[in-house]
């Protein structure tokens, strides 16, 4: 025998959701960070990240999959929570060069990450991912109105 399952809890109210994902976006340090390559090829890690209030800073060398994906495409998909708190991130990339990057940034990068990119082997890249849209939800009860971002403006 099954136990019933538990009811939902209400939804939360979009400006709820709005500072819950300011408030993932301010706290967690990693996520995972989707690509893709120019021919379309696919490719999942997760990545430290720091978050400035207006985009998202990581840090992978420039020649994995996700640098180079990165580099082509100027784009990048983010998933912070889990399952049932997903946080999803569609935005533009920006790439930097190691030493372009201002060394009060790249401090706060390696203190919030616990890695500093810049004393790693090989050639690391920033990559600066500017949320263009923004989705939060927890239960299938919040899949309406998920949306809290939409072409780089906050819709609530």
Known sequence: MTADPQPLPAPRPRARRRRDTEHRLGGDTDAWVATASPEGVPHLVPLSF???GEALL???PADSPTGRNMAATRAARVGLGHTRDVTMVEGGVEVIG???LPKER???????AGFDPRAGEGAYLWFRI???R???WREVNEMAGRELMRDGRWSV
Do not use: G, L, Y
């Open 50 to 52: 720091d978050w400035d």
């Open 58 to 60: 990581v840090s992978t």
């Open 98 to 100: 190691m030493e372009e």
């Open 106 to 112: 790249a401090d706060r990068f390696a203190e919030r």
């Open 130 to 132: 500017t949320p263009r």
């Open 134 to 136: 923004i989705q939060a």
